[in-house]
């Protein structure tokens, strides 16, 4: 019976199922007289599952029962598509590559996923009802109340800090550097505030290391010059390229070495 409900999306036997599908021997086991399915399909119609009825009288009022029946698949297919949304949802936030801490209007964390645990040494029971300044250097937590307030207030998509330097705390002392993305959704008990959280440790490691070359070139009295593989246009120019040439260093990283005059 399975595999009609499949075909003709709803089968109707009224009595004598067992003769219609002699192979079936659940339909034998249990005395199976009459059989009412129903398809099982997703919003957009492609089908996940039948649900079915199984009796061993013959059916009465059949139409009656196929239309409660179908009802009810509405609503086990409805409950199938939210149960799967939830858990596509539950992947997204517990496997990110970033920490992710949702907060509460009272500034308290309700969630938090594997990262943040990994990133902050803290556990999740550990963090599950403290301030979200428990991840903050003691500095910067006063402020924090404030700026936190003022979100809620306003609570559009953003990334935390204005472009200045931000840093989190972990629980054994240690600050680092982050980046920090707020967004705002609609809870069960109100608004809750999303924080993704990034540690970007290495990266200001390869900017400081970046810095410190130019910073050596800059007091070569030779000129240097880094240019854009594809573009060939000058990306960085010491002082020595410009006492040499006698461009300025805005002129010189808007040209090429073929705009170069000899």
């Known amino acids: 019976p399975c595999e009609a409900v499949a075909a003709r999306h709803s089968v109707i036997i009224e009595r004598d199922v067992q003769k219609q599908f002699p192979s079936d021997t659940l339909l034998f086991e249990k005395g199976v007289e009459a059989y009412l399915g129903v398809l099982l399909t997703e919003r957009m119609g492609r089908p996940i599952g039948h649900i079915g009825i199984m009796s061993r009288k013959p059916l009465t009022l059949p139409s009656r029962m196929e239309a409660i029946l179908k009802l009810f698949a509405l609503a086990v297919a409805a409950k199938m598509e939210r149960d799967r949304r939830k858990r596509q949802f ?9 920490a992710i801490v949702t907060i509460g209007r009272a500034g308290r964390i309700e969630q ?3 990262q943040t645990e990994r990133l902050f040494g803290w556990g999740r029971s550990e963090l599950i009802g403290q301030p979200v300044e428990l991840l903050l ?10 700026m936190r307030d003022r979100f809620f207030q306003n ?7 204005d472009g200045s ?16 993305s707020l967004s705002a959704m ?11 959280i990034r540690d970007i440790t290495k990266r200001k490691q390869v900017e400081q290391a970046a810095q410190r070359a130019f910073a050596t070139l800059d007091v070569a009295t030779d000129g240097a010059f880094i240019f ?12 020595g390229a410009i006492r040499q040439l006698g461009y300025s260093r805005d002129e010189l990283l808007h040209m090429t070495p073929l705009d170069i005059k000899p």
Do not use: W
């Open 112 to 114: 938090v996923n594997q």
């Open 155 to 161: 609570p559009s998509p953003r990334a935390m800090g």
């Open 186 to 196: 609609e809870g069960d008990d109100g608004l809750i505030a999303t924080a993704a």
């Open 90 to 98: 539950h992947d997204f936030f517990e496997f990110a590559p970033d």
């Open 137 to 146: 250097p003691p500095e910067l937590r006063k402020p924090h109340e404030a």
């Open 228 to 239: 854009d593989a594809d573009s060939l246009r000058f990306s960085y120019v010491n002082q």
């Open 165 to 180: 330097s931000l840093h989190a705390i972990r629980k054994d002392g240690t600050v680092f550097p982050v980046e920090i």
